[in-house]
């Protein structure tokens, strides 16, 4: 540990070196934290310590709300085209620091290097190159209303922006949140979630390096009962960006209330993925196990829900065993070879393990997988990639969303019962339809409830294109042109041109 207990050496599995920071980064400085408290972190696949860092308290929250407060007042006014700069600047670090990144990201939560550096850090940097065009073409309108006015619009950023980030994609989540709200001129304090809460802090050495002002962006670790909730309940905070649980959805709604915030929630998911009997059943496979075992299923939109059509169900789950076994491969997430890595902590292990338990006593027929795999030094939070097969509608496996690479597998007759069958969820995220009849594919993603539908695909995110869901899954859209709208406020300007009274 250095003199100023801020940064450490660290020597990653890989034999990566680097220093880790481990303050609250505010005012682009890194500092200790007014509470006191740590939140150490663990790798997920020796259960090995990595380091401890700085957490967070409601004293903290304020004082970086203050720093965001203040940055406001000059960030919102600098030449738009400047904010898209310093993002630009910021992708390029990213892209430059692509190694360490995702070096941190894969030993933080035991995502494979393979995905974190070809697909999680290469995203932030497209994530913010994307939006960095933005920061200069938000046009209001002019609206003709006669001679006697002239009436227009202005989109203005809503000021400081509390961000709050799952585990699952640690750099991405926040990458798809800074985003949009750096380019419409807001200034952001953000918190990661205390399971995975290093690759946030080297990032905020990049935040420095870009050239962003002090207080435009502030990154905090801490837990979610305390940082998380003085966050969404703060007066200075005016807007509220969450992804995570559903349940933890619902207590920031009400904390965020406080102050009638503005509010986008991307929360669970249960997400079906359909296949008709007309379906290229090889591709059909490929895709049900890429949309629930990549990220060791812990993906808000995964297609944990797969529905069959009678006619080629036992054709399907054949193909569906034979393409995770032979495809998912779990193992050390630095070894080139693993496809799949622990569970992010003990709790998530716990969780699926206890999902495993559920299954077998409701009933449900284990396909395939159904414990915990020991063979990576016996030691870490891996699951065998898992499937029940002939599992009802009532069961709790069919209904709660898991979060690991679990998959449940039901039949349909009609294409009216599959989407009936599809709708009865609470949830409303992601959907996938797999059919050779284009007819049948956009009458079904038509009725399907939920804010995405793939067609002959799944889980096939895009920066470019709105994400989010609808039901319990969420409120408000990220990514693409909609992103935006959660950024800003449209301010009409009348001006009178003539009329006295
Ligand atoms: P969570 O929703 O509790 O945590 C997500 C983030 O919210 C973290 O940063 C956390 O610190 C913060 N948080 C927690 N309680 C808070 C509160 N009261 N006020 C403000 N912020 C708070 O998720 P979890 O407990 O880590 O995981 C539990 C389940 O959530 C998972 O099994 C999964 O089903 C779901 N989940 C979904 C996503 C997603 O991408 N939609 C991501 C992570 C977890």
Known sequence: ?????LSIELTAP???KYTQPTGLFINNEFVTSRSGEKITSINPTDESEITSVHAAGAEDVDIAVAAARKAFKTWRDIVPTERGELMLKLADLVDKHRTTLATIETWDNGK??????TEDVPEVASCLRYYAGYADKLHGTVIDTGPAKLAYTLREPLGVCGQIIPWNYPLAMAAWKLGPALACGNCVVLKAAEQTPLSILYFGTLIKEAGFPPGVVNLLNGYGKVAGNAIAGHEGIDKIAFTGSTATGRQIMKAAAVNLKNITLETGGKSPLLVFEDADLEQAAKWAHIGIMSNQGQICTATSRVLVQEGCYDRFVDMFKKTIGETSKVGDPFQEETFQGPQVT???FERVLGYIE?????????AMGGTAYKDVGGKGFFVEPTMFTGVKDSM??????????????????TEEEAVAKANDTTYGLGSAVFTQDITKAHRVARN????????NSSNDSDFRIPFGGVKQSGIGRELGEAGLAAYTNTKSVHVNMGTRL
């Open 1 to 5: 540990m250095s003199s100023d207990n």
């Open 14 to 16: 890989n034999g990566h």
């Open 112 to 117: 494979p290097y393979t995905v974190s550096s």
């Open 346 to 348: 003990k709790a998530q």
């Open 358 to 366: 559920s299954g077998k006593s409701e009933g449900a027929t284990l």
């Open 396 to 413: 709790k496996i069919y209904r709660e969303e898991v979060f690991g690479p679990f998959v449940v597998v039901s039949s349909f007759k």
């Open 448 to 455: 399907i409830e939920a804010g995405m539908v793939w067609i």
